[in-house]
């Protein structure tokens, strides 16, 4: 069982750097921001998780001290590099809760990047050291911003095709998470999970249902699947009784939606041959939907032959727009090989062939959970102002061999101008500061529940009107 030592929670050189700031120094600010990367917004997502597991309430204690001094000792050698006099005047004067105000946007807002998201100040003249201490845990708050940025990306991308080719009225459920095994713990999947959930409404990571319950106030499930096949259900039956194994399927789950891993052998003639003769009558009959999932191949390609196959065994119509929707007692979903790229290339290809976006849905797995990192959108966290010997002096650093990390200076605040966009500006200057204080001396000031998390990051196209 991981436990909780805030002394701990942090890279091992902040323990030295209490020694390192200008003599006198008695306040560091600091802001976290993304500076560019992959994408132009940011969805903010994932600090009050952080908050509430971390550093809410009485975090420092007697015991947790002589822990990480004696780590510490041990770890460096040197028994006076851990600031113990600094922690336990947190422990004395404070109660054991963290001297420090955070300010943050609202969960869920969409800003474009280069935009302060948090900012962190200690409260108490002493615990200047403290701010930046606390970067390391902070900063993974990066995780939970890249993939709902990423999810709400890739959700404006099928947008697009359903508006072009069928009902964007479809678009919730259209990319599914199937990353709780590809990413490096429950912890990484509950966050994942529940960052994609912001953006659409299917899952199969189960424990981020929970999560969202436990960090974001609601009793309330937010995440939705359906039963489905996998390979050892289909492939137990033997390959002379594939067909077996399929109308098992259908007659388990009688009614409503139901998907069916259908490559184990040979994608086309279970398409062709299997659903679309020998079981054609039992989906045609069916209460629901059948969703055949192909999970092998070149996306692009196989999906488009497969819903071919089915649209000519099983039937289509075309709709107003023009374009081909299968009968609405089967449909695909496409779980291989599926990312931001191959998304948009299988979308690409069925339109132009002729199908509908409706036809298709996705399931996503490390691509979604996994196959980013804090560099997706280079996230930062840097010191922007502190005060030493009772003046206040603008902090930043501007290297010349990267523009890019070049970090702002003094104390901000986040605006929204007359269109509705976020700008950071200096605190003195014009404008509701949207920066709302959510943490100060070891209590959450500021709390959303994930309907609020939802409300905020409505998506915004063209003329910056939601859907």
Same mark, same amino acid.
């Given at each position: ?13 902040? /323990?030295?750097?209490? @020694? ?7 306040? /560091? ?38 822990? =990480? ?12 590099? $851990? ?22 946007? =609202? ?60 009902? +964007? ?33 299917? !899952?199969?990571?189960? *424990?981020?249902?929970?999560? /969202? ?8 499930? $937010? ?10 259900? #289909?492939?137990?039956?033997? @390959? ?18 139901? *998907? +069916? ?19 054609? &009558? ?6 629901? !939907? ?17 819903? &071919? ?8 119509? !075309?709709? =107003? ?8 007692? #089967? ?9 931001? %790229? ?13 199908? &509908? ?30 005060? +030493? ?10 290297? /010349? ?5 070049? &970090? ?23 404008? %509701? ?35």
């Amino acid at each position: 069982m991981i436990h909780n030592n805030i002394m701990l929670l942090t890279d091992s050189y902040k /323990i030295s750097h209490y @020694k390192q700031y200008p003599a006198n120094t008695t306040q /560091i600010y600091s802001y976290f921001e993304s500076r560019g990367g992959r994408f132009d917004d940011v969805t903010f997502f994932g600090l009050q998780y952080l908050l509430k597991n971390y550093l809410q309430g009485v975090v420092v204690t007697q015991q947790k001290i002589d822990e =990480a001094e004696k780590l510490y000792a041990q770890h460096f050698g040197q028994p006076e590099l $851990f600031y113990k006099e600094g922690w336990q005047y947190i422990l004395s004067k404070h109660g054991g809760k963290l001297p420090i105000k955070i300010k943050a946007v =609202a969960e869920g807002a969409v800003l474009p990047v280069h935009n302060a998201l948090i900012t962190v100040e200690n409260t108490d003249p002493a615990c200047y050291w403290l701010t930046n201490f606390l970067e390391t845990l902070l900063v993974q708050v990066w995780y939970g911003c890249t993939v709902a940025t990423q999810s709400r990306e890739i959700k404006k991308l099928i947008w697009k095709y359903l508006d072009e080719t069928g009902d +964007v009225g479809l678009v919730d459920f259209k990319l599914h998470d199937f990353g709780f095994r590809g990413v490096s713990s429950v912890e990484s999947a509950s966050i994942g999970c529940a960052a994609h959930l912001v953006n659409f409404k299917g !899952t199969d990571t189960v *424990a981020g249902l929970s999560f /969202i319950q436990d960090f974001y106030n609601t009793k309330d499930v $937010f995440g939705f699947s359906i039963p489905a096949a996998e390979h050892s259900t #289909i492939t137990s039956w033997g @390959k002379e009784n594939e067909a077996k194994a399929y109308a098992n399927m259908l007659t388990q789950y009688s009614k409503g939606l139901v *998907a +069916v891993v259908s490559d184990s052998y040979d994608i086309y003639n279970a398409c062709e041959k299997l659903w679309g003769e020998e079981l054609k &009558s039992k989906i045609l009959s069916r209460e629901g !939907t059948l969703v055949v999932r192909p999970d092998s191949g070149e996306p692009k390609e196989v999906v488009l032959k497969v819903i &071919s196959i089915l649209g000519e065994k099983i039937g289509y119509t !075309t709709n =107003a727009k023009g374009y081909k929707v299968l009968d609405p007692h #089967i449909r695909v979903i496409q779980g291989d090989g599926v990312n931001y %790229e191959s998304i948009g290339e299988i979308l690409e290809t069925l339109k132009s062939n002729g199908w &509908s976006a409706d036809n298709i849905a996705f399931g996503m797995g490390g691509a979604l959970l996994q196959k980013l990192d804090r560099d997706t959108q280079k996230f930062a966290f840097k010191c922007s102002c502190a005060v +030493v010997g009772g003046v206040e002096r603008e902090v930043f650093k501007d290297p /010349i061999t990267d523009q890019g990390k070049r &970090s702002k200076r003094g104390r901000l605040k986040v605006i929204k101008d007359a269109a509705g966009v976020y700008k950071t500006v200096g605190l003195n200057e014009a404008g %509701e500061d949207q920066l709302q204080t959510v943490f100060e001396n070891g209590e959450l000031k500021r709390q959303y529940t994930f309907e609020e998390i939802i409300e905020n990051s409505k998506l915004w196209y063209g003329k910056r009107q939601a859907i």
